[in-house]
């Protein structure tokens, strides 16, 4: 009886902890760390208005990439994620608003990037 007690605590235990990080498809705009802080503190309008030129220059692209959301929230991505942001900024053609669809697990202010796409 105990030892059911304990695989069943461990199972519980271990599904809880799965929660912690959720898949998610994550809409919004594809920013660089270092220029977040004006998405941040001006909205959509400054998200959209951050151009490929810059997200591409030496400094933005040492500082990392990520996503200002839809509802207005910063997720950082992983290195694997930067990687994958970086490519498709100088695959694309688009000059700003870099509208992006990112999918991954999401813990915290992370997103471990799975796919990314740019609109």
Known sequence: MTKSI???CSIILLASLAGTASAADVKGILMDKMCSAKAVTGGQKAA??????CALTTACQKSGYGVYTTDNKWLA?????????????????KTDNLAVTVTGDVTGDTIKVASLKLQ
């Open 77 to 93: 991505f992983d290195a694997a994620g930067n990687e994958k942001a970086l490519a498709a900024l100088k695959a694309s053609k």
């Open 6 to 8: 304990r695989t069943l």
């Open 48 to 53: 959209a208005e951050h151009d490929r030129e």
